[in-house]
C-alpha cells in the first residue's frame, strides 16, 4: 500500500497492489467495498487460473517465485522509485520541497546580511528606537509582562510582516545574548556614518560635535551618548560607526542612542582638520600642567571636543589638532577622570557658556 497527499485539500490518494491469490476482489475499492461485480469477477476467476496457481501446476518452485522475477524483470521506466542522476563531483543543492520559507540562501549573501545587523536591547533604547526608527526593525522578541507597554509596536510589527516573538526569560536571554535584556530585544540594521563633508554642508550657528579616538567601551560609549543627547551634541566622529550600535552601549544610553549620529572621515586626523577648515575650534582635553582650567576657558559656539580612552588619553596626532586644551579641576587625588564622566562635565559647561 502506497498513501500519498495530492493537492491542499489533505485528500489522500490510498492505492493498492491486488493479491495474486485474490481475483475475486478484483474491480471493488478496498477502502469503500463498492463497485463489486460479483458475478462476472468470480466467473472470471473461474475461467482463469492465478498466476500463482498455474505456476504451481508446472512445479512448485518453479511456481513460487515467478513473481518476484516478473517484478525484477520490470521495465526501467515503469519503476516505482525516483532516481537522480548527478555527477561525482557535484554538489547537491538543498532541496526543501517548495516549502515557504525554506528556499536555499547563500551561505555569503547570510554572511554578509549578519555583518550588516545587530541586537539591542533595553526597555527605554527599545522604545526610543521604535519612535525614531521602526524600519530598521528586523525581528523582536518580548517577554509577556512588557508587551502592554509595547501595544503600539506590537501592532506595527504585524502591520508590516515583520516577524515578533513573545518568549520567557530564558529565551530571550539566548536571543539577546545577555541577561540585562530589559525585556524586550530588537534585531535591526546598522546605521552607517554620516561623511563629515555631508555635515559640514549644513550652516550652524552653534555647534558642538563630539571626536572620540580609541574609545570602545560600551558602557562608556553609551554614556557618552545620553550625555550628548542631554546637551544637544548631535555629531559624534568615530572611526568606526558599529561601535555606536552595540547593543551595551544603546541599553547604557538610555535612547539617547537614537539623537546622536555617526560621522566618519578617511581618518580621525583628515576629520578634525576638515571641522578646522569650516571654522570650528579643536578642543582637547588633558589633564597634564599646561591646560586651561575648565573653569576659566572660554567654550567657542562651534567646537570639536576630542576625547580618548582613560589609559592612554589622546594620541600625540591628535593633540597636535589641538586649539584649545582644557583640564578639568580637582583634589588630585586621582589622575583622570572616567571618560563618560568628564564629558558630562566638559558638555555642561559649554551648554552654560553657549545657552
Known sequence: MNDEFKGKSGKVKVMYVRGEDNNDKRGQNPRTG???????????????????????????????????RDRDELPRGESPWRTVSRAPNEEAKPDHGGISGKSFIDPGQLRRQRLEETRVYGENACQALFQSRPECIVRAWFVQSVTPRFRDALRWLAANRKAYHVVDEAELEKASGTEHHGGVCFLIKKRVGTPVRDWLATEREQDCVLALENIGNPHNIGGIMRSSAHFGVKGLLVDDAAVLESGAAVRTAEGGAEHVQALSASSFVAGLEAFRKAGYTIVTTSSHKGSTPLTQAKLPAKMVLVLGQESDGLTESALQQGDLSVSIDGTGKVESLNVSVATGILLAEWWRQNH
Open 34 to 68: 463498492k463497485g463489486s461485480r460479483p458475478g462476472a469477477d468470480r466467473s472470471e476467476g473461474s475461467r482463469r487460473p492465478s498466476r500463482q496457481s498455474e505456476g504451481a501446476s508446472r512445479g512448485g518452485r518453479d511456481g513460487k517465485f515467478r513473481g518476484d
